[in-house]
């Protein structure tokens, strides 16, 4: 089962090469005006990684839940970032819906990392082969970022700047 979820997460999350940007990064995502980069602007992210990435392209699966993500030549991130609203739609609280994702992927051998000082709550989980999940619980919602092949100092960097970045309405 937790081989099953792993799968499921690493291939919706890291599928990003030839997806196509449903809206601008600037542009409110449709009915709730959920921005991308009010969780984690183009420039804090080149600020971080560097601006051999592109994107973000964005979409908005459901009110309340946006999806952001980047690419670069042999390395990506990207993040699904749950609003309040979209959180109370599941029916779940910030603290657990922080904690589903990570249990998702943990096993024996892949635990939790906390990240203290990051955010409200902050958490990584080492997926192998260059892959990592991060999770950061904000007052306004829980972001949850995969990156591939990108070094642990930007991870972190990535991390503060979700943290820093204003919440959202």
Sequence with gaps: MRRALLRLVL?????????????????PAADTGLRCDAVLSQAAAAAVVGDAYTGPSVDEP?????????????????????????????????????????????????????????????????LGDGAALLEVQRPDGVVRMILYKIDREKMLGLARAIAAATPVP
Excluded: H
Aim: overall charge negative; hydrophobic content about 45%; some cysteine.
């Design 11 to 27: 291939l919706t999350a890291c599928v990003f090469v030839g997806v196509s940007a449903a809206t601008r990064a600037d542009q």
């Design 62 to 126: 459901r009110p309340g839940f946006t999806r952001c993500e980047w690419q670069g030549d042999d390395s990506n991130f990207g993040f699904t970032f749950a609003n309040l609203k979209a959180i109370a739609d599941d029916e779940t609280t910030l603290a657990k819906a922080f904690d589903i994702d990570l249990q998702a992927v943990e096993s024996d051998g892949k635990k939790r990392e906390a990240l203290p000082g990051i955010a409200v709550n902050a958490a990584t989980v080492d």
